[in-house]
């Protein structure tokens, strides 16, 4: 039977103990044996069961085998009348029996046995008895669920928190009153949404029966809550409004109740003898039809079952054709019997009759049911669901949003964040997919100021009743279909479950439980409440054993492994597999996170690096180092340092070896650096520490990435790209595409300035290119760099055409950074063709990009650059007053924008900037080996040294500047300097 959203109530007889001490056991049994019988015929009437006795002590439950959406209100109204039957009883002394109740609902498994009839176990259980215990005579006290479910009808007096036996935090409490409260959901509800389609289909077969005066039956069909009732009633409402000649009436099948067979004919003919004089006069005169109706009263209103029998079914159907002729003889008639899900055979068969029976009669029926109306075994429902039908389907998303705002903003409390949260309506609008009532459920449920969580037990207790009432194999299904997910194809389920029968799928769909994705054997659960629901009703060693299997036929590995390893960890923890399986949940989660991360889906995966870590077993650091670098490669992603940092940290606590820890400390390291936490002194121990563990590549591989930050730090490019291309070989070795893109990606970053010739790198980035032509936001700096390489080989039109392609992508992708790297290219373009101005201006909006981004070191070396260019040209005041204020920041630029102040300084020294010696800069020059940045400052200070009148010094650096540039092969700028000579 599963688990299940069970109502348990606990009654027991106030002060018996004390009474069995003073009387005779004998009357005391009899008294017993009545109060006995009351409870059992309650509870039964009720739909409950009795689970046992214990002593004067009851326990009943209900929703055990089939739940039923009211079960809360069920057992409330159970617990009622016992007070009120046992109330009227009297001890051998003569004194008023009296009792307490306690109620709770909650998540129990409930099983069955022939030889111990159904058993419920769960915390619920206990609760209740509890509840029970706190209840003073006369009290029925609920726990915060029932309180939830019944108070749409019953008024609930919240109690202080009791303090109960074996729990050790407070429980919520309320007292129910026998107060009703708003007895009809469909009453006051919110402004209709739309509809207007279902809307002008019933009004166009009213006005045709109006005009006909012909007979004509509709049906309305659709899943619970969807807005059949609001959508008839809207209706009715505006018929009622427009003042006309039409009379209406309602009648609703009552969900349970050995009364109710007759009780929506009773509704509808009181309503027909209350608007129509002639037939009060004939409910009057014809003794017959005053039979018929006073004997349906009584019978719906008889708890006792009636004595003698009620009016037969001959008299019945006679009274209610009679009465809606006479009825119909004044104007035209809509009847509507609702809920007709519920309806009894005979009330069925009566409507039949209606409907076929009296053709010429201006009536217009309404048939309103949930889809499993169509399955009754009624032949008449069947023809007119395929003669004329109004299916009520999901609202769409902005109509559903348009009823979630409404619905938040008719919160009385001004300070109610629901009437304020936008998050929470699109959220809700997402889980609720369309359904009027859920929406509203959900929204009635959120704890202001808290996200939407579980599934309000409202929604539990709606869907779990759908559930049970489909038949068992389309039940089944949808148990199945839950534990793949929200979407799933024909062929998961045969995997789980056989080959599935078309038939219960299309039942499926038609109930609008289910509906194809368009994929081939593809569908999705319409409502995400339905899977959830269907999903908690499972066993755990089902979900389990399920889940498993998927996982195993690599269906959603990780999604399933982490399933079965957490399924596996509640039921037995101490299970021998369980390690073995976290292990298999967490390298599937690794993948899964770590093509995120390539994918750059940051906080996916945040998410699923995060849930790696967490299932990796004892004695699997490895899996945990690498899960925890990684995570933080994603922290730092998302700009989350703290982070970053942390997740490191707690994997080398938990570290149990060496192979474990020294992947993190590296990772640490690393971290460290580029955070400016240290300057890198302990790179050179941890290379010891690794020692000679040639198979550790992923601690290498990190390893050298570190030494190639610090090179980078340091101005050695040339360094910083052999660590990178040695980091490249660890990668390739073991396979790790993460790790080579990533590295494919910095080396290309640091090649722009080394030492490597130029028209290597160009061919790196050809290459690089193409191995990214799927993947623009990694093409884009390799484009750049390519857009450089070919200005320095002196192809100015081929470096404008890779800026342009790059430039397409930043904008169609919008990557801020991808504008930056672009504007930075762009700057080396127009410096190399001259065109200073320009270049000045591609530097400065790069800086100012990344300064709004918060970079403020890089952002510097970038303005220093843009002060250079238009020093070359004919520099003036402005330009010497923004040098200075440069100069005064030098100390927190890295060494190329220490290098490009010096060398505007040496620019700007004849119109009176800071006043500098050509040997001071070339000290700075020795802290880089960028040849082009060499070169560059030699060609400056050769131009400021023959500006001066030193020629021979002029020659000098000239030369040296030719050889920096022939070292590199960058030939455009050594024309120029040649040509200069
Ligand atoms: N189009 C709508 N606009 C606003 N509110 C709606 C709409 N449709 C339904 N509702 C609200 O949603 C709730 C559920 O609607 P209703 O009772 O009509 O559902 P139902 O289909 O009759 O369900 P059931 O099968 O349980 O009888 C009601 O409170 C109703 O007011
Ligand atoms: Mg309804």
Known sequence: MGRRLVVVLFLDLVGWTRLAERVDPEPLQVLLERYYEICCARVEEHGGVVEKFIGDAIMAVFGTSVSQEDDALRALRTAFQIRADVGALRTPGGAPVEVHCGIAA????????????????????????????????????????????????????????????????????????????????????????????????????????????????????????????????????????????????????????????????????????????????????????????????????????????????????????????????????????????????????????????????????????????????????????????????????????????????????????????????????????????????????????????????????????????????????????????????????????????????????????????????????????????????????????????????????????????????????????????????????????????????????????????????????????????????????????EGAVAAVADAVRRATDERGRLPCLIQQELLAVRLGRTDGVGVESLAVRLGADAADRLSWCRLEQLRMLLHLRSGFFGAAESAAAVALTHARAIGDAYEEDRLLAALCEVQQWSPTPVADKLAGCVELVKRFADDRFVQVPVLAAQARCLALLGDVSGAHDALAAARVAAEQLRLTMGRVVIDQASGVVHALAGAHAEAAGHYRAAADALERAGHAPAALTLRAQAVRELARLRPTGEVVADLAALWERRAEMDVRGQIACMSAAVRLADVGGTPLAAEEVLLMLDNTDDPCLRAEVQFDLAQRHRRMGDHAAAEAMANAAVDSYASVGATQPLQAVRSWM
């Open 106 to 641: 909650g998540e129990a498994l409930v099983t069955h046995s022939a030889r111990a009839g159904i058993r419920v176990v769960g915390d619920v259980v206990n609760l209740a008895a509890r509840l029970q215990s706190a209840a003073t005579a006369g009290e029925v006290v609920v726990n915060d669920v029932v309180a939830h479910l019944a108070r749409r009808h019953i008024i609930m007096q919240p109690l202080a928190p009791l303090q109960l036996k074996g729990k050790a935090e407070p429980v919520p409490a309320y007292l129910a009153t026998d107060q009703a409260a708003m007895p009809d959901r469909t009453g006051d509800g919110p402004r209709l949404v739309n509809r207007d389609a279902e809307r002008a289909h019933l009004r166009g077969a009213f006005d045709r029966v109006a005009r006909e005066r012909r007979s004509h039956a509709v049906a309305v069909l659709g899943p619970p809550g969807i807005g059949k009732t609001r959508l008839v009633r809207s209706i009715m409402d505006d018929l009622v409004a427009a003042g006309g000649t039409a009379l209406t009436a309602v009648g609703t099948c009552p969900s349970y109740g050995a009364n109710g067979s007759y009780l929506a004919l009773v509704e509808v003919m009181d309503a027909l003898i209350r608007q129509s004089a002639s037939g009060r006069e004939l409910a009057w005169a014809d003794s017959h039809i005053a039979a018929v109706l006073s004997g349906l009263r009584d019978a719906s209103r008889s708890r006792q079952g009636a004595a003698t029998p009620g009016p037969g079914v001959e008299e019945i159907s006679r009274a209610t054709r009679e009465l809606l002729a006479v009825a119909g003889a004044t104007g035209p008639l809509v009847v509507v019997w609702d809920a007709l899900e519920w309806a009894g055979p005979s009330l069925l068969r009566l409507v039949g009759e209606l409907i076929d029976g009296l053709p010429d009669l201006p009536l217009l029926t309404v048939c309103v049911g949930r889809p499993e109306m169509t399955e009754r075994d009624t032949a008449w429902v069947r023809a007119l669901v395929g003669r004329d039908v109004v299916n009520v389907g999901a609202l769409t998303t902005d109509d559903s949003a348009v009823l979630a705002a409404s619905l938040a903003t008719a919160v009385d409390d001004p300070n109610d964040v629901r009437a304020h949260d936008v998050d929470l309506v699109d959220q809700v609008t997402l889980y609720c997919a369309g359904n009027p009532l859920f929406i509203q459920l959900m929204l009635e449920s959120v704890v202001p100021g808290q996200p939407v969580a579980d599934t309000p037990p409202t929604i539990t207790a709606m869907v779990g009743a759908m559930l049970d009432r489909m038949p068992e194999p389309a039940r089944h299904l949808v148990g199945v279909a839950s534990v793949v997910g929200p979407t799933f194809t024909l062929d998961d389920l045969a995997l789980l479950a056989g080959p599935v029968p078309s038939a219960d799928v299309d039942s499926l769909v038609e109930r609008q439980i289910i509906r194809p994705t368009g994929e081939d054997g593809g569908f999705r659960f319409v409502q995400q409440p339905v899977h959830e629901v269907a999903y908690g009703r499972l066993e755990k060693e089902q979900r389990y054993a399920w889940h498993r299997r998927l996982a195993e036929q690599n269906i959603g590995p990780a999604f399933h492994f982490e399933a079965a390893a957490r399924l596996l960890t509640d039921l037995r923890p101490d299970d021998a597999e369980l390690p073995a399986l976290s292990h298999q949940a967490a390298k599937a989660l690794l993948r899964e996170g770590t093509a995120a991360l390539r994918q750059r889906d940051v906080p996916a995966a945040i998410e699923l690096l995060r849930r790696a870590v967490t299932m990796v077993p004892d004695g699997q650091d490895k899996c945990r180092s690498v899960a925890a670098i990684r995570l933080s490669d994603a922290l730092m992603l998302a700009g989350d340092s």
